[in-house]
Each structure stands twice: as C-alpha cells, then as structure tokens.
C-alpha cells in the first residue's frame, strides 16, 4: 500500500477515527485505525465494537492495499507535521512497519494484520431518510444534557429518537432525561422517516455524531434498524450500536396542567442563579425561587458559608409561591433558550416544573423541584 | 475522704453508709471531685430494653440474638450468671442455659432507647462521644460551675435517671483518661461506679492482663506474649524505643498506657463511616422472597439508625455470605444521600436482581456508606417514579406512627416475608 495525501485532509480523517477509539483497551487491535487504499481515495475505519466511524479522504493512491496502526499515535504525528505538507504513507507487507514521510520527517509505526481487525456487520436499516444538519444539531444539542450517567438506568443513557404526535401532526422527536429533568425537542418529520422505530442512541455516539452537523449545508443521510443507526455525509458513515432497552413513557413526566406562568429573560435568570448560587457549599446546591406580584427573589442559604440574595423584574400575576432547584439544572435550562423569553409553569413546590421558549412548544424543558 | 451516695446523691466525708438516707450505695475516692473523664455503660442494654419493655421477662434468662444459627448478641444478668456471654454461638448458649428465652434484636427500639439515654447525657455536657448505641465517653471539665456540682455528682444522677425516668441501667467509670474511665466502668457492673485515681493509676494496673487495654485482641495477646508481656508490669519494664522497635506505632502506645497516660481526646464528632445490618438466616436459603424480606428488615433497620443519627448515606452497600463462606459484596453510589427505608431497600434489592448468582447463602447484610448529614438527604424526586414522594410521605407518617405507638405499631406486609 503506497498513497499520498494533503495533511489537512489527513487530520481531519484520523482525528474523527481517533476519538472513537477507546483510551484503555484489552484488545489491542482495538486501538488501531484500519486505512484501506484503493482508486483515487482513502478510508479510514475505527470502532469500539459499539460505534464504528468510517471516514473517506481523497488521495493519490499508488498502489493499493490495507493495514493498521495505532489510531492515537498516528493522529498525533499528523497533528504536529507541518500545514499543507504533503504526506505519504508506505506498508510494503513485509516489514509489519507502516512508514509515514514528509518533508524531514519519517515515521515507522508498527502495525497489527488488516484481518483482525473487526468490521462491523452490515444492517437491515427498515427507515431511511435525510435530514438537513442544523435540523439534527438542534435535536440532539437541545436534548443531550439531560442525558442520565446512571448505570442502573442504562436505558437512560441516550437520546430516545422517535416518530411522535406533535401540535402539528407527526415529528422527529428526540427526548433525554436523568429523572432529575428532561429534554423534549421536535422538529419537522422528514421524508421517509414514518416507519422508524423508535432508538435510544448512546451517549458517546451523540458526541460522536455531533461532529459530522458542523456544515450548514449539509444533508445528513440517516438509516435505522431495531437494533443500529447510521449518520451519513458524504465523506463520513458513523454506525451505532443503539441501547437494547425499553424507554420510559416520558409522556406522563410532563406536566399539563400546570398553570402558574412566569416569564423572565433567559440571560438574566442564568445569570443571577449563577451568582446566587456561588455561596452554596453543598453538592446540591440548591436556589430558592420566591415568586411574587412580578418579582422573583432568587436565594441561597448556606448554613455552612453564608447567604445570597437577588431580585429580579419578572412577569407573574399568580400567587405567592417558594419552590427550590438545583442551580445545575435551571443554569442547564435556561441556556438552552436562545431567541425569547423563559417561561416557566409551575403547579405547587412539590411537582415537577415546564420551561419552554416564549410559547414555542417544540421544545420542552422540565424540571424536578427540591426540598429548600 | 470525699464520699457520694448514690441514692441520695449526698456528699460527705467518709463513712460506707449514707448520712442521710442510710444507703450502702457510697462511693468514696480521694480524688473523687476532682476527676472529670467519665464512661458510661449501659448494663445489659439491649437485654434490659426488652425486660423493662415487656415485665414478664423480667425474672428470666433473657438472650437477644437472632435463630439457632446465630451468635449471642446480649445475654441478661441471668443468663450471665450461667456462663452464657457476648458472641457466643447461640446453640452453646441454649446447652448452658436451656431455659432461656431468645429475643430477635429489635434495633429501633434499642435505638429510641439510646437517644433517650443520649439526650440525658448532653444535658451534662457537650463533649459526648458515643462508642455504640449503649457506651460513650463523656468529658465534663469545667462543667462543675455550670452545674454547682461536681462531675461525680452529675454522673450519679445521670445513672439515677436512667432508672428513674428510662428504666435502665448503667455503670460508670470516672478517672483522668479515657483508657482507664473504660476500664473503671467494666470494674464493679452492674449498676457500678468506679473511680480510678491518679494516685493510684500505676499501682491498680500493675498486676493486670494487657488484654484490658481496648484493641488488644487475641491475636495482638499472643504477639505480646512471645515477647514476654502479659501483665501491665511486664509492660512497665520496656524501654520506649525497644517496645516502638518491636511493636511500630503501637508500642508507643502500649509504652504511655502501661504509665496510665492516654492522651486521646473526648471528641464529640468521631465521624460514622457506615452503617450496617446483617443477619445469619436459621437455614441456607436462595429463596428470593425470603431474601427480600430479609433486605426490608435489614434496610429499614439501617434507616432507623441513620435517622436516629440525622445521618444518610451516598452509597448503599449489599453483602452475601453464601453457603460455602464465600463473601459477595456490591454497592451502588446514588445521586443523593438517602435515610429512607425504602430506597435502601430499593437499591440493594436491584444489587441482589444484579448479583448473578444462585446461592444459596447464609448471611445478608445491608448497609449505607459515606456517611453525610441528612441536610442534603433525600431532596430531589424522580420524575420517572413519580409514586417514591408518595412512600417517602408514607415512611414519614410510619416513623411518626412508630414514635409514639411503639415499633411494631405499623409493619410492612414485606416484613413478614
């Protein structure tokens, strides 16, 4: 295997390999990135055995052909070589060394035999459709804080992307929750979406996925299985394992009658919780929220270090209410509003409270209250 | 000689009757005023809750522990008198006194017993440092002006009140260090009260075993008897730096302790790092009802006691022994501590669901661990189980219920399991 390729071209390919790769690995093969040659292009293929990401670079390919090496390290000589130097990379089959040339420098790394390496295996993807990338970035930026760490709630750890009943009719939902708050995020259903079951995408493949949404332009190519989903551009396919789990029905977490409504700039809220908050000691960290005739006193009270107190301009017309949060989740709320006011509905200081933006209802926020 | 009765709680100069109320019980120390470390132990605690609690024991042999497996938890003087003792198997017990009657521990009211008895000794001092549910340290220096009476007073009629008022007894040791206010207060039980001089500290430890000194356990005994020490005046004969050679960081110790000294602190804040439960079953079982039973039982008496404390734990622990003695242990961090019966219970039932084993066991244990107070416990409630506010109400008003009525004034069906 003999092929040259610009250096940009080359980082951005092994550095998307690369961050799949798990940092401790028992399986060696595990650690390194598959580079296959052949026509006018590379590939480059990494997998933890859950996520597989493969990502295709133009070359000048002299002579075809496949091997491995370690992901990390190759994407670190990459890194540090020079912008626009031309690279070349060399496996003659018999030195079990990949050598890596440009300008001065000559690297040779070891490498493991191509057949080990594990490919993952094709799918019966029952829905395919295409969804502009801003569409996606939306729905899963908007939604994956909420996304739970919880082991024993493994079912948890995703986003839940399915086909819903929305105001309108029927949208792409994606919907994320640790029990302490959820995310609910719609947006137009696309073509071809209709027959998707519904699947829980990891975590780290969210993270993984939201690199390929940068471009504006971009149509992305989603295909889903009961059991995979795969994120395609034109030069990058990421397949995913999805959580082999039953999600809960988060229809019923979501207040609808609650009717106490606040309305309060986004910005200035975040802000005044996040000073607020800076007296707090504990690990909860929990705000007092007391609402009255458009006023809202936020407070902490820290018996330990000390006391805070702010007041804010709001506009609420129900009655006197007290109810407390922890400051991480309403400052994780709040910054998700980018274009109108917040505005929360509250019911009593012990039921679960709904933010959403101004009165857009395709995205919903809710929030457990706590003890203050 | 400074005298005390203990009845009448007169002070007076020598005699070994009461002036006033002719009382045999007097204590009389030349230091005895002077003297401000007390230990307190409660006599046959455990025991004595159960006798006061239900009279008819009252003239039996009385032992607590749990099933014809289990170990002797606390035998009553009775029993006491025919050999039966602390951590003895419990079929050895029964041999030595058949006719005993065997009590299962019920941990909530030993633990409302000794926060009764707690509360009686924050009213001497700030400086209590509990050792279990039924002894703690007391430090009362300076306490003599607050109370226009001396410690030796003060800690008569602390004893005097747990009968009175609690129906409970207990022994105390008063000295000038923790060590020997330890070691007075196991001198003259029941219903003791033993000073230990500094005048005499050398003297009065001069013939006994090491084994009095608290951690010396059989194992550490033997280490010291292939040196030649047994008794505090084998003890006493060592060097400093040869006992530090010998015996690291512990012969230091052993070297002040052999003098009396003991330097340790009375300190009112000895941090809990776990709380725990466990019980050995009557017979092996895989049974995942009976073991769940067992995991309510065992968890609510853990929340019990972490209520009793205003403490909570961040990580509930689970711990099988199975039939072949092979110990299997989990814990799971939660997102906020808890006190609650039933997320204890909960988690460690999820940790069983977990385990990936068969059994069968012989041993269950549960527990909570790092240990917080219960400021930030339990604060948050999970949307996805919308019902876990409505059973920590229910637990609450269980509490309340169990306050006032006794402890088995409301069960859980599970509990019967």
Redesign the interface.
Known sequence: MKFSIERGALLKAVAQAQSVVERRNTIPILANVLIEASGDSVQFRATDLDIEVVDKAPAMVERAGATTVAAVMLNEIVRKLPDGALVTLTENGQTGRLSIDAGRSNFSLATLPKEDFPVMASSEYAANFSAPAPVLRRLFDKSKFAIST?E??YY?NGVYMHVADGEGGKVLRCVA?D????ARIDAPLPEGAEKMAGVIVPRKTVGELRKLLEDDEAKIAVSVSETKVRFATPGITLTSKVIDGTF?DYT??IPTGNTRKLEVDASEFAKAVDRVSTVSS???R?VKLSLDEDRLVLSVNS?DSGAAEEELAVAYSDERLEI?F?AKYLLEIASQVDRENAVFLFNSS?D?TLMREGNDTSAVY?V????? | MPALCRDCLTTFEAGTRCPRCRSPRVTSHPELFDLTIAHMDCDAFYASVEKRDNPELRDKPVIIGGGKRGVVSTACYIARIKGVKSAMPMFQALKLCPEAVIVRPRMEAYVAASREVRALMDELTPVVEPLSLDEAFMDLSGTARLHHAPPAVMLARLVKRMRDELGLTGSIGLSHNKFLAKVASDLDKPRGFSVIGKAETVEFLRHKPVRLIWGIGPAAQESLAAAGIRSFNDLHRWDKADLTARFGGMGERLWHLARGEDARRISAHTPVKSISNETTFFEDTSDPDILDGHIWRLAEQVSARAKARDRAGRVVMLKLKRADHKILSRRLSLRQPTQLADTIYRTARALLDELGDRGPYRLLGVGLSEITTDRDADREGDLLDPDAGRRAKAEAAADRIRDKFGKDAILKGRALR
């Open positions: 919880e024993t709630r948890l929750t029990g302490h708050r959820l809960p019923r977490v504990e690990r909860s929990a018996p407390g922890n012990g679960p809710v457990m209250p706590m003890r203050v």
